[in-house]
């Protein structure tokens, strides 16, 4: 039994359905065809997949998506909370099972009609009485409700203790949507965006403007994780998972940890970091692009400091002169990320991830000897590094 | 329900080749450009240039002769009182287009935005004459009035010498009308209900919370155990695992830590642009709510406020910040 989840385990297939604005079908057909396009990718047949994995939030049953896509028996299925920070929790589930031998190929999925369907933006609001509708019901009677608000409450206060401004944020949205405008899978595809369009754009919940959120899609994503042995013997460049983890943060609320001593503090970003960087041997001077999960622009910054790229409350120094873009330091959601390819919670970045280290890339980056990937911030998270086999 | 799979396809193949077409009519001024139809949009648009409508005026302006209003471009051709009717053109491909959308259950239509350029300035005894053509078919499209598609139309008008005079844009969005519901819930009053805001869900850790709000007092909750305040409120002190508890009531005083200016998505039952704190409340824990009565401009971090406990909507009491 090993006792490091370091190189355990690998990503050898990537999935993905199209993303659009109304998909017309069901989230459990594109949970469908993005878990065969990945089977597909891997070199493997739907019978070579044991285990399964999925978010809480998911709407489509493991067993479903396993009949619809020919995977016959099981013996390794879980699912991960917390919305977007689920997005390498997931990876996470799929690394444990294959470093213990429950599984040897997990399937790992996500589907949603996040435009047409349910929407995150239209805010949370009544349903049975659990402790997480208690939770809620500290903020939905004033009408703090969506996650545009709640991210906008921590980024005020960020932006009030480090002199960060809306034109900083735009950096990210900016150099992503850079990245966008080449990839045609981007709702943004050749759609390039200026500074004074982001300026000029209209606010959703102060201070944070229209191009500072996220897309809202319907679509899917699916990766297929096995061995470093098994991944040895299939067609495409595996991604090593050097290193996986997860954590919840002391004080932790989903989403309004807004009673920690230091409101900007995301102690569960930095119990992740610590961990990566640990399992790896590696630092933040060994990577060399990344996948920073980005439901918002403010949250990249955070995450950059987290993970030790900068210093905390410096973030905004850091990418003001481009380290964020593909000739940058630090080349960042090349895919154009949420905000400008699309919102599959995190697992369309997971599949750039894969392409970073194949070198597939629509903005590939001359070195890719390592990438970071990680997951939704202000809830309990997750993140991993990926590398070469 | 919107149409999808292999009928959205044939659909969308269909609309395909009504892009780039010019719609077959060609649209002729009734009159020309004349003084008395200037003289009525000047009236009725409040417009008191005097090189429109006085020609003494005129004669000395840049122009040396009396002028049309740019704006009244599109008015040179319109159809006059036969437009309202359903009769129309059997050539007329846009109209075609739009029997096209009506039968695929996008019968809803509205008009979005329109750009114009003028080229040069109309002149009394011009003649104008217009030519559409479609010029964009979206792909479908999620909106706030349903899932359609947005047409755009470029109109360029020509005078007697066929010298191009300016042109206009017009969009509109065909859309599936979203189905609504059959009755609005009614008070017992017969009167119809406002919207109010949503409640807070009820349970045994929450509840007494809101019954001391109820009368009038905003409550934070002491361990017994340390003595230790608590916001939110919980079953158990995560200091001393003592599950016995008690309150105290705040002095509603505090100061802004953090707040936000929620401008989007309006929800019913809440008045936009609306400000919601992190306030730490003089006694050290912390409370989110509304700062009412200030401009959201004139909120910062560390402002002093001070909360009340009132109705914000029908029946629902709510401790409320406003500036101290
Ligand atoms: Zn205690």
């Not at chain 2, 020309?32 to 005097?50: F, I, K, L, Q, Y």
């Not at chain 2, 206009?168 to 119809?192: D, M, N, S, Y």
Request: glycine share 10%; proline share 5%; aromatic share 8%.
């Amino acid at each position: 039994m090993p006792t490091t989840l370091k190189d355990q385990a690998a990503i050898v297939g990537i999935g993905e359905t199209e993303y659009s604005k109304n998909s017309g079908r069901s989230e459990l057909s594109l949970a469908s065809e993005a878990c065969r396009a990945a089977i597909k990718d891997a070199g493997l047949t739907p019978a070579d997949i044991d285990g399964m994995t999925t978010f809480t939030m998911d709407t489509s049953d493991e067993i479903e998506v396993a009949r619809a896509v020919g995977v016959g028996d099981l013996t390794f299925y879980s699912r991960t909370p917390h919305g977007g920070g689920a997005a390498i929790g997931v990876m996470h589930q799929a690394v444990m099972a294959v470093a213990t031998g429950s599984a040897k190929a997990v399937l790992v999925y996500r589907a949603l009609n996040g435009r047409s369907g349910a929407r995150y933006s239209e805010g949370v609001s009544g349903g049975p009485t659990t402790s997480d509708l208690i939770h809620w019901s500290w903020y939905m009677p004033s009408g703090l409700m969506t996650p545009a608000s709640w991210v906008a409450m921590v980024t005020q206060r960020y932006m009030h203790e480090t002199g960060c401004t809306s034109r900083d944020l735009a950096e990210v949205c900016l150099a992503q949507r850079e990245h966008a405008v080449k990839n045609p899978r981007a709702f943004f595809y050749q759609k390039p965006l200026t500074l004074e369009e982001h300026q000029a754009a209209r606010a959703i919940v102060e201070p944070l403007r229209l191009y500072d959120c996220c897309q809202e899609t319907d679509g899917g994503s699916a990766c297929v994780v096995v061995s470093p042995e098994m991944a040895r013997d299939l067609p495409n460049p595996p991604a090593m998972i050097r290193s996986v983890a997860q954590a919840a943060g002391a004080h932790q609320e989903s989403m309004t940890s807004f009673y920690r001593p230091t409101l900007t503090d995301l102690p569960e970003v930095d119990l992740v970091a610590r961990q990566c960087w640990e399992m790896s041997g590696l630092g933040p001077e060994d990577i060399d692009a990344a996948v920073i999960y980005d439901a918002f622009s403010s949250i990249v910054l955070w995450q950059l400091e987290s993970y030790g790229f900068c210093k905390k409350g410096q973030a905004a120094d850091f990418i003001r002169d481009g380290a964020l873009r593909l000739d940058g330091r630090l080349p960042t959601n090349t895919h154009g990320g949420q905000l400008s390819e699309a919102y599959v919670h995190g697992m369309n970045g997971v599949n750039e991830g894969v392409r970073l280290i194949r070198g597939t890339s629509s903005s590939q980056p001359a070195k890719n000897e390592h990438v970071l990937v990680t997951a939704g911030v202000g809830v309990p998270t997750s993140g991993m590094i990926l590398g070469q086999i | 329900m919107a149409i999808s799979g292999s009928e959205r396809e044939a659909f969308e193949k269909q609309l395909e080749a009504y892009v780039g077409l010019d719609i077959g009519l060609e649209d002729i001024g009734k009159d020309r450009v004349n003084a008395a139809m200037v003289r009525h949009w000047c009236e009725a648009m409040g417009d008191s240039c005097g090189a429109y409508t006085d020609p003494a005026l005129a004669a000395e302006s840049v122009h040396g002769e009396l002028v049309a209003p740019p704006t009244m471009l599109q008015a040179w051709i319109l159809g006059g009182v036969g437009m309202a009717s359903d009769e129309s053109d059997p050539r007329d491909k846009q109209k075609e287009l739009h029997r096209i959308f009506d039968a695929h259950g996008f019968s809803g239509v509205v008009a979005t935005n329109t750009e114009q350029e003028y080229t040069r300035y109309l002149k009394m005894g011009d003649e104008i004459r217009a030519r559409t053509v479609i010029e964009e078919i979206s792909e479908q499209k999620a909106t706030g009035l349903g899932i359609g598609y947005f047409i755009n139309t470029r109109t360029t008008f020509r005078d007697q010498n066929d010298t191009e005079v300016g042109w206009l844009t017009f969009r509109v969005l065909k859309f599936e009308i979203a189905e609504v519901p059959v009755a609005a819930e009614t008070a017992e009053t017969g009167a119809p209900s406002r919207p109010q805001r949503l409640r807070p869900a009820m349970a045994h850790d929450n509840q007494w919370w809101w019954e001391c709000v109820d009368k009038g007092e905003l409550a934070i909750q002491r361990c017994s155990g340390c003595e230790a305040l608590r916001h939110p409120p919980r079953p158990m002190c995560g200091e001393c695992q003592s599950s016995e508890w008690d309150f105290v009531f705040s002095t509603g005083q505090g100061t802004v830590h953090s707040y936000v200016v929620i401008r989007h998505p309006e929800v019913p039952g809440y008045t936009y642009p609306l400000v919601v704190a992190v306030v730490d409340l003089e006694e050290g824990t912390r409370f989110v709510s509304n700062v009412v009565d200030v401009d959201p401009g004139d909120v910062e971090i560390g402002m002093a406020v001070q909360a009340t406990i009132e109705l914000v909507d029908d029946e629902m009491k709510l401790p409320v910040f406003r500036p101290a």
